[in-house]
């Protein structure tokens, strides 16, 4: 099953109120019929920790085929451990054969309405692809945004822009990490895991403890083996280490 | 219980287990295919022994499923929205029988057209059923209304339709199961007139069908999954359906509207609750998406009082999906924006896979008709229609699955010569093969290119059909021998293959060529799970 690895290492607990009580025949035909939104309150998951309220809402993007949903996948896990809600739009069809593809991914400690993030309040744009990235800025806040993007180009089009002004226009914005996640991935013996190079220069832009995503990535590849843990761990580190450079 | 991440899609998936579901029949289509594709991998499924084989078309589905119905057991059929057309001759008939066992039919919409050729709404083929239909707005929703819709079925003896649209479909959340139910037992439906549509059955059954409408809208009224929300601003109201739902709430604080909302997933329409906010409220916006279906039929054609807004007023949009801030502009809130899109951005279309056996068979067609000059190729629906785009520029026509080769029959039979056809192998299977008949039937010079990558390439790489038999198929239907050819689409044989084609383009007759090579997706799936069984 292509989610199965997703759907079984996501398991959230409800509260502790939702599971002492084993419901009534009437309570249990009352959650049942419920609404859904009353359903979920019934079972609010908390924070581990309570804190004001935090969101985190991200546009990832890139090309078909280069492993944007990981990312999510990681995040997701970190977020839906600590018992915060998510949501994540996807794209899937016709925008998977080397088309731009693009998700909505938003976390909150609060019960999420919309599944799409709403144009100017999305807090970061993380990217696999610099071109790519600029084609979301409509949704990025533009105040408070930030931008973390691989800085190696993907050309697969005739009309793809002049690379200097691409990097001059990139150049131009306020809150931007441009990293070489190609070279650095490449350099640490693992050319495909640019992607965890990206994420983790957006780490320190992600509200959620390092260790937790470091926690979240080991258990993304513990299937593959201690030699792939390690390399994305590597490459994680490495893009968090850029970032934190630039701060 | 805990809760576990689901596409809405596989969250529909999940609860037709959870409530026993015995068979689904599905053809793939964005956005609906996950839905048989989640039953297909669940262990759950298997251990239910659940039929998930994938159907012919949409029509065969449905047909199979209303037969699984008819033995008592519970059926889903799966869909994406132009399926619905396919399928609709047992779609409509099937509220004429009824159901047996549960019957539900799963519809995915796709708004703005992300994937495909119409965004056309399927709660016109619900209500033109005369059925009860569900439009969940969230995950945990799609999970509960499919749970509950099978009781629904079997309660009033009718098909349910639930409709999905893309956002859902596609969208992951946190979804909280209930307990499984088990399978019913085989029980044949006891009406021997029941599933007979003789006119004199017929008649009976259609008046029993208008009988319980007053019974559904009664359940529509009282359903958990339409809420009357009250608020303290009159000034407007808003009745907000499926998934619409959600992107009005995402303007407010904490979700609290200051308007009264009524929040509609379940149809018939309420209309107690629609009088309730129609006469509280000075205005009433609609939001929903897809077409304007609330919205007409609330204001009337006639639109006398001119206080119900939506995509038919302008508020909205009248196409495409919508977003918070299309809802956040129509209720007069300020419209949020980042900065622009840079100049330097390009488009970055889909394209053919590199080595695509598509590929291949464009660039010989485009060989051979060259002399013959533009728009006499006509294709359908696939990864193929990708030879719309540059530098193919292949082809001229793609209207729904199995149109190319009546199409291309329709324009030989107005005097275009020569006429070229292309289709995919699994296109082909789906509604093909009646056209190659027609075709048959009459000797139209035709030349039929079935484009063999042994898959459903487009919807994810399903099993084709007709692996291995195209051209027994063809000969059965009647193509003469020596007009069926299969060739490999390869650089090396293009010469031979564009004289091939060139030959059977001067054939007065129906004549089939089937270019055969394996779609380089599937390809390389295969090898990687052949590499890892021997590494075991
Ligand atoms: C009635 C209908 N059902 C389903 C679809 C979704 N769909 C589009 S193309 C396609 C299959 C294409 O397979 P094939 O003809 O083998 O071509 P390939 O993509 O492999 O090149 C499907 C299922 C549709 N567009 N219309
Ligand atoms: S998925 Fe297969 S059929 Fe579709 S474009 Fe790629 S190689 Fe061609």
């Known amino acids: 099953m292509r989610y199965a690895h997703i759907t079984r290492a996501y398991s959230i607990r409800p509260n502790r109120k939702g599971e002492s009580h084993s419901p009534s025949i009437n309570q249990k035909r009352r959650i049942r019929y419920a609404p859904t939104i009353k359903t979920e309150r019934a079972y609010r998951i908390r924070p581990k920790r309570k804190k004001d309220k935090m969101k985190i809402d991200i546009i990832l993007a890139g090309v078909g085929g280069q492993g944007i949903l990981s990312i999510a996948t990681i995040v997701g896990y970190a977020a839906v451990k600590r018992g915060m809600y998510m949501k994540q739009a996807e794209v899937h069809g016709m925008s998977q054969r080397g088309g731009d593809v693009q998700s909505h991914f938003r976390l909150s400690d609060h019960e999420i309405a919309s599944d799409l993030i709403p144009m100017g309040k999305a807090d970061m744009i993380i990217s696999v692809e610099p071109m790519e990235s600029l084609r979301y800025l409509p949704w990025l806040n533009p105040e408070t945004g930030w931008l973390i993007t691989n800085s190696k180009p993907f050309i697969n089009i005739p009309n793809y822009p002049d690379v200097d002004k691409l990097n001059a226009t990139l150049d131009g914005l306020k809150n931007k990490v441009v990293i070489d996640a190609d070279k650095i991935a490449t350099d640490l013996g693992s050319a495909r895991s640019a992607n965890m190079v990206i994420l983790g220069a957006a780490s320190p832009y992600l509200q959620l403890p390092f260790e937790e995503i470091e926690a979240a990535v080991r258990e993304n590849f513990a299937r593959k083996g201690e030699d792939v843990v390690n390399t994305n761990i590597a490459c994680l580190r490495a893009g968090r280490e850029f970032a934190e450079k630039l701060k | 219980m805990s809760k576990t991440l689901f596409l809405g899609d596989e969250a529909l998936a999940q609860a037709a287990l959870d409530a026993g579901l015995s068979g689904v029949y599905a053809y793939p289509g964005t956005p609906s295919t996950e839905i048989t594709e989640f039953i297909q991998n669940s262990k759950q499924g298997r251990e239910g022994q659940v039929h998930s084989i994938w159907a012919g078309n949409e029509k065969t589905a449905m047909e199979s499923a209303i037969g699984m119905s008819y033995a008592g057991k519970r059926a889903m059929v799966c869909m994406k929205h132009v399926g619905l057309n396919v399928a609709a001759d047992p779609f409509m008939n099937s509220s004429i029988t009824g159901a047996n066992g549960g019957l539900v039919v799963v519809v995915a919409d796709d708004p703005s057209m992300h994937s495909s050729q119409d965004e056309q709404d399927s709660r016109y083929y619900g209500k033109f059923a005369l059925i009860p239909f569900f439009e ?61 549509l003789l006119p004199a059955n017929a008649r009976v059954h259609y008046r029993t069908l208008l009988g319980k409408q007053e019974a559904f809208e009664n359940e529509s009224l009282n359903s958990p999954f339409n809420k009357y929300i009250d608020g303290a601003d009159k000034k407007m109201g808003i009745i907000a359906s499926g998934i619409a739902y959600n992107y009005l709430m995402e303007n407010f604080e904490n979700h609290q509207c200051p308007y009264p909302v009524l929040k509609i997933s379940q149809y018939p329409l309420p209309s107690k609750l629609i009088a309730k906010i129609v006469d509280e409220c000075e205005t009433v916006l609609v939001a929903e998406e897809g077409y304007p279906f609330i919205e007409e039929q609330v204001r009337g054609i006639l639109n006398r009082t001119g206080n119900i807004i939506g995509r038919l007023s302008g508020a909205l949009p009248r196409d495409g999906e919508l977003n918070p801030n299309l809802l956040a502009k129509a209720l007069g809130m300020p419209d949020t924006y980042g900065a622009p899109v840079p100049e330097l951005v390009v488009p970055r279309p889909p394209a053919l896979c590199v080595g695509c056996p598509h590929i291949d068979s464009y660039l010989a067609i485009n060989e051979a008709m060259a002399e013959h000059g533009k728009g006499k190729v006509f294709a359908d629906i696939g990864c193929y229609t990708l030879g719309a785009l540059p530098p193919y520029n292949a082809i001229y026509t793609t209207v729904d699955m199995g149109a190319s080769i009546t199409m291309a029959k329709g324009a030989a039979d107005a005097g275009l010569r020569p006429v070229l056809a292309v289709i995919g192998d699994s296109t082909f299977t789906h509604s093909g093969m009646t056209s190659l008949l027609d075709c048959i039937y009459e000797n139209t010079p035709v030349t039929v290119m079935i484009l063999d990558n042994s898959t459903t390439g487009m919807t994810g790489g399903q099993d084709s059909h ?41 054939y007065e007759g129906v004549s089939v060529i089937i270019p055969t090579r394996e779609c380089i997706q599937t390809l390389s799936r295969r090898m990687k799970k052949q590499q890892a069984a021997k590494k075991k």
């Open chain 2, 136 to 196: 969940p707005s969230n995950q945990q929703e799609a999970y509960d209304i499919t749970y509950h819709a099978f009781d629904y079925s079997e309660k009033y003896h009718t098909p349910v339709l639930i409709r999905l649209t893309t956002r859902l479909s596609h969208s992951r959340a946190g979804v909280e199961r209930r307990e499984a139910r088990p399978q019913n037992e085989l029980h044949i439906e006891e009406n021997p007139k029941q599933f007979i």
């Open chain 2, 466 to 506: 007709a692996l291995g038999v195209l051209g027994e198929i063809c000969k059965g239907l009647g193509v003469k021998e020596e007009h069926i050819h299969r060739i490999t689409p390869l650089k090396k044989d293009h010469e031979a293959n564009v004289k091939l084609i060139k030959e059977e383009l001067a």
